[in-house]
């Protein structure tokens, strides 16, 4: 399959995937044809639990020996390679949700890791600075550079990675994603097809039936992106894979909208009438085959792209039901009739800017209880500096009025136990000079 390969790390921002070859669309159509083939022949399950089990697994609680980096595994008679990237501060009896990111045809697994041009704002799809350490990421490498799964081989050595991963580190076992763009999401959306009982969610960035669909018929939650005039995997062969996983997990179809060309915007559609605990998302925006879209621009950047706070707020909204391992206290609980010292409910928020570019730059809030009690909820709002506008928001909800932002938080963000926190992330318009003092209330 000769697929356009130019990307964030193979081209630099600025870049828009146009080329449309005789070559790459009768490979595309070969490859569609060799899926079917291998459809037929992938098979077998991994042993994991079943997607809400709650579980905790053989890595739990052991000193651990995988590492972040590179590194190998034999799967199917051949040594794979992969690299790892294990949270920072990495807590052994802490349960952490696993992604997996798959590169695209004649991409590496380098390529997905590092961010290319785009650097670690873009890593692992930007899933690694998103998910702020509470997640262990895995990019395997496909044989020749792509995820042709034949005879199920790609399958198995996403089998043995989940084993390895699972038996050495401390994972959710409810809280198993993953995502990749191209191929890549071919390969997403296999795993969503064959081992629905392993993976919670996946996110598919301009895929195409091209790795196999052994199954597709227990429900998986599913997110989509794909640009309107892709001219590698026309659009249709999204809906395509999308669809399959409308009817399985019981969704109203509908046709959801679509930009229009010239808009150099997206639209985000979340499906009604799904199975509950199983959304479908279908993302549709105004450009070419890339994984990194800008809105407004023709341009494409790992930087600026919404894509990344789109996969991350998709997985985000899954809540886990792993309970995590506990230690008997060592000490005597407080005496009833001595409550802890402070304001029973209060929080505070502070705001970071975590990169930026010419026009924009992204920012992240971290949101703390300060009190002695548990929150249900919070609001953070602060003034708006001259020139600045939010274009999205992930991990909240956001509302403006003359000139103030409001973020509350998501259904799964709200609870925080006296001293933990959470973050959310924002896309702003404007110069990042000027940081803005946050106020927050607890609701």
Not at 288 to 305: C, F, K, N, Q
Request: glycine share 12%.
């Amino acid at each position: 399959m000769l697929e356009d390969q130019r990307t964030c790390s193979a081209s630099p921002p600025g870049s828009i995937h146009r080329r449309v070859a005789a070559a790459a669309a009768a490979a595309v159509l070969a490859l569609a044809l060799s899926a079917s083939i291998v459809t037929g022949l992938l098979g077998g399950t991994a042993s994991a639990a079943a997607p809400g089990t709650a579980a905790a697994t053989a890595g739990c609680g052991k000193t651990p020996t995988l590492t972040s980096g590179t590194r190998t595994i034999s799967s199917g008679g051949q040594n794979r390679t992969y690299i790892l990237r294990v949270p920072n501060g990495y807590d052994r009896n802490r349960p952490y949700k696993l992604i997996f990111a798959f590169h695209w045809l004649n991409g590496t697994a380098q390529d997905v890791a590092s961010g290319g041009s785009a650097g670690a704002v873009w890593a692992y799809y930007g899933q690694q600075q998103l998910s702020d350490n509470s997640a262990i990421l895995v990019a395997p490498q496909g044989i020749d550079n792509g995820w042709a799964n034949t005879g199920g081989r790609d399958l198995a050595l996403v089998d043995a990675l989940t084993s390895l991963i699972e038996g050495d580190l401390c994972v959710d076992t409810s809280q198993v994603f993953a995502t990749g763009w191209s191929y890549g999401g071919a390969m997403s959306y296999a795993v969503a097809c064959a081992r629905p009982n392993v993976f919670r969610a996946v996110a598919v960035l301009s895929g195409a039936n091209l790795s196999g669909c052994n199954g597709g018929t227990q429900p998986v939650a599913y997110l989509g992106i794909h640009g309107t005039h892709d001219s590698v995997l026309d659009i249709s062969l999204g809906r395509s894979l999308r669809d399959t996983f409308v009817r399985t997990n019981g969704c109203t179809a509908q046709n959801p909208p679509e930009p229009a060309r010239g808009s150099l915007n997206h639209i985000v559609t979340a499906y009604s009438g799904c199975r509950s605990g199983y959304p479908v998302t279908w993302a549709a925006f105004d450009g070419d085959h890339t994984p990194e879209p800008v809105d407004g621009s023709t341009s494409t950047s790992g930087a600026r792209t919404w894509t990344g706070g789109e996969i991350w707020r998709f997985f985000s909204q899954l809540p886990s039901t792993t309970t995590p391992p506990t230690s008997p206290p060592t000490t005597p609980p407080t005496s009833p009739s001595t409550p802890p010292a402070g304001e029973p409910r209060a929080c505070a928020a502070t705001f970071k800017v975590v990169n930026s570019w010419q026009g924009g730059f992204q920012a992240d809030a971290t949101v703390t209880n300060t009190g002695s009690a548990a929150t249900t909820g919070w609001r953070v709002s602060w003034t708006l500096p001259a020139g600045q506008t939010i274009s999205q928001v992930w991990n909240g909800s956001l509302s403006s009025s003359g000139g103030t932002a409001t973020v509350t938080n998501a259904s799964y963000n709200g609870a925080l136990a006296p001293g933990s926190g959470t973050t959310f992330g924002m896309l702003v318009n404007g110069s990042a000079s000027t940081t803005p003092t946050l106020t927050c209330a607890v609701l």
